[in-house]
């Protein structure tokens, strides 16, 4: 199994540039996650999906920030326009439901370390 | 409102020194929960997980976990820690209400000086 696979793996853009970052979660799972990681605030979760349907947007900082999940295998995290404090490390994961038992192990990718210039 | 709590924001330890990281978390219902690795420039792994039934568990490279229902916690230990240790370690609880995320402490940096 490849894991989770995120592209790109480094971006560098300039304030107000649109930034598009590209997720695939492992074959099978039913859930997938979108964090960010800064120095200051640790890991936030931005987003969730579940059957590719968004569950929970709460942690999505700003209208400049969408996420969409047209298919089980394919998840992309836009940001337009980006701006400096957008600068972090992005971090996609995907589960497994656990029958009712709550979530199950999520495996993360290895992250789009965004720079906005 | 849930939240995970990790006390210890950089742990030193020299080679061979024995490790206990602490994590509580506040929410009075059943959990799951995680400790989750990330080595400098890598992204998390899971280290362990509890879901129910022996509430010390093992995980890889020689950590384990208690879990302590009656003080919220799930500390973190090992014995004795290797250079190769040196990372960063997060704590992760999730709901057991039907939604699926995962609330993660703040981490914590471990740095083992050879």
């Known amino acids: 199994d490849a894991g989770v696979i995120q592209s790109p793996r480094h971006e560098v853009t300039e304030m107000g540039q649109e930034v598009t970052l590209r997720c695939k979660p492992i074959s099978g799972h039913d859930y997938l996650f979108w964090y960010r990681q800064t120095m200051m605030r640790g890991l936030e979760l931005l987003i969730y999906f579940n059957n590719n349907v968004p569950i929970d947007d709460s942690g999505m900082p700003e209208d400049r920030f969408s996420a969409k999940m047209p298919n089980a295998s394919f998840s992309t995290l836009k940001i337009q326009p980006s701006e400096p404090r957008d600068s972090a490390v992005y971090f996609c994961?995907?589960?497994?439901?656990?029958?009712?038992?709550?979530?199950?192990?999520?495996?993360f990718g290895p992250g789009t370390r965004l720079t906005v210039l | 409102a849930q939240s995970v709590s990790q006390h210890n924001h950089h742990v030193i330890l020299s080679e061979a020194a024995s490790l206990e990281l602490g994590c509580n978390y506040s929410y009075g219902g059943t959990v799951n929960l995680f400790w989750y690795v990330q080595y400098p420039g890598q992204h998390l792994q899971l280290l362990l997980k509890?879901?129910?039934?022996?509430?010390l568990v093992k995980g890889i490279k020689g950590f384990e976990a208690e879990f302590i229902k009656s003080k919220f916690s799930f500390n973190l230990r090992k014995p004795s820690v290797q250079w190769s240790d040196t990372a960063e370690y997060f704590c992760?609880?999730?709901?057991?209400?039907?939604?699926?995320?995962?609330?993660f402490g703040t981490g914590t940096r471990l740095t083992v000086i050879p």
């Open positions: 994961a995907s589960s497994l439901t656990s029958g009712g038992a709550g979530t199950d192990t999520q495996y």
């Open positions: 992760a609880v999730n709901l057991r209400t039907g939604a699926n995320n995962l609330f």
């Open positions: 509890y879901f129910s039934g022996d509430p």
